[in-house]
Structure formats: C-alpha cells, structure tokens
C-alpha cells in the first residue's frame, strides 16, 4: 500500500520518509551477491541523528526489531508446523510508523481489499511531497484538514470521522503514540488501550496488536474463516471458539501462527520465488 513502492523485477522497495525532521527516500534492494543494499536520498544532509532514526524506522518495518528464535523452537516441536521455520517465516512488512499502521488497519475494515488501495493512495496524496514522492500525511496534516473536506478527500466514508479523531487524539497529547508502542507492557492493558479508541474493534486491534510484534490475540476475520474452513473444517466455517481451540497451545505466538497458516500458500510461494531470483 502506498507510499510502499515496490518493483518486482529489481526487488527493490522505496518509502518516502518523513520523520522527526528526517526527509528521504529509502530504497532497500539486492546486490549481485543476494545483500540488502539500503540507499538514502535526499536534499537535506544525513548525519549521525538522521542515520539512527532511518535505521530505527528500516527495523520496523522489517520487523527485525522482533526476536522469533523463540517461535521457531516451538513451531519445530510441531512436525505438522515445522515448514514456518524452515521457510524463516514470522515477520511482518509494517509501516515505520504505529500512527501509519493504525490508520491503514482502520482502512481495511468493512471494506474491499481494491478500496482499501484506493484510499491510502488518496491518504498519501495529502502529505508532504518529497523527491517526487508523497509521504504519509502525519497527524498534524490531517488534524488540519476539515472533517468534511477530508472525508471526501479520502473516501474514507464514515471510517474518516475515526482517522480524524485519531489524529486530533495524537496532536493534543491525549494519546501517547510512543507509550503505546512500546509493546513489552501487559498484553490486557495493550489490548484494552487500543480497543478504547473509536474505529477499532477486536479485529482492528488485533490486527495492530500484530504488526507491533504482538500476538496472543487472534484477530479473527472473514478471511480467517474462509481460509481455516477450506483447509480444516470441510468448508463450514468455524466458530471464534473452535480457532482459539485449535491455536491456544501456541500460547503468546497464537496469533502469528494462526496467520502463517491462514496465509501458508502465498507465502511459501513468495519465498520460492525469492530464492530463485536469487540463485
């Protein structure tokens, strides 16, 4: 989703950034010898601080930040999950920001997968141009836009009215970003933080929960159903209780191995298609 770029041919991907005064393009590709090259573009010099934070933001979006050793030990005790291991598997492609990942989640809800594209491009329209590129509009952008001109900016729909509040939230200090971020806090509390913010509901905040390296709730929704019952549940689809059943011995990697299963054939396919591009 934008203001993600990615070309498959060159197995690049290119973000504009625009964070705590740090404005650039980072492009992440593959050298000759299957290497990350990361490059860094910009009009403005990049010096030690402005090194650190694009280092900062590259971890998260990579999800390097997260330590899945542990995940791998348990899948193994699993001959029947062992292939999440053996394909290196468990890390997210996030947005650098949690504000950004939190406005896109509220995005996919009730909603086509085609629309949800549509309006982070229309999102991404609004913020600050940066060598050709637009980055995601933060909350001070948004916040200063009229509610009703950034509806029909957005086509967020009644979905914008929970993106503004957000942001508003965000500027006047009523919500700490950062706090929240820091998901080394009590999963309830973590859970019950986001919950409480208008626009998200058990999915929604499962769903950030997960790309903030959390994962002992589900986030159960339609595509989970649909996907479990095809390859479960002889195409009935199950209850929310049968897929907690079926997950709970996975205890605090639940949620990620429920979505490595779910998502099992696209990623294995993506991974055999890396390799190859690769040798």
């Known amino acids: 989703m934008a203001p993600f770029l990615y070309d498959p041919v060159n197995r690049r991907l290119d973000y504009p950034v625009n964070s705590k005064g740090v404005e650039c393009l980072i492009s992440l590709g593959f050298d000759s010898d299957n290497s990350i090259i990361l490059e860094v573009n910009s009009d403005n010099a990049i010096g030690k601080l402005e090194l650190s934070e694009i280092n900062r933001l590259v971890l998260r979006i990579f999800g390097l930040h997260n330590d899945i050793g542990d995940l791998h030990r348990l899948v193994n005790k699993f001959p029947e999950y062992s292939w999440i291991s053996r394909y290196k598997l468990g890390r997210f492609l996030a947005s650098p920001t949690l504000w950004e990942d939190m406005v896109k989640t509220i995005a996919t809800t009730n909603i086509t997968w085609d629309q ?164």
């Open 116 to 279: 949800t594209i549509g309006i982070c491009t229309n999102l991404v329209a609004l913020g600050k141009p940066i060598l050709g590129r637009h980055c995601f509009p933060t909350p001070d952008e948004i916040a200063q836009i009229d509610l009703v001109e950034f509806s029909a900016l957005t086509k967020l729909g009644y979905r914008a009215k929970h993106v503004h509040e957000l942001a508003n939230l965000i500027i006047s200090g009523a919500l700490d970003l950062e706090a929240l971020a820091d998901s080394s806090g009590p999963i309830e509390n973590l859970y019950s933080s986001i919950l409480s913010l208008k626009g998200f509901g058990p999915y929604s905040a499962g769903n950030v929960l997960r790309v903030m390296g959390r994962h002992e709730r589900l986030a159960i929704d339609s595509v989970v159903r649909n996907s479990l019952s095809v390859q479960f549940y002889k195409g009935k689809k199950p209850t929310d209780l049968q897929i907690e059943r079926r997950y709970k011995k996975f205890g605090v990697w639940a949620g990620l191995i429920m979505w490595c299963e779910v998502t099992k054939d696209s990623l294995i396919e993506r991974f055999e298609v890396s390799k190859s591009l690769s040798e």
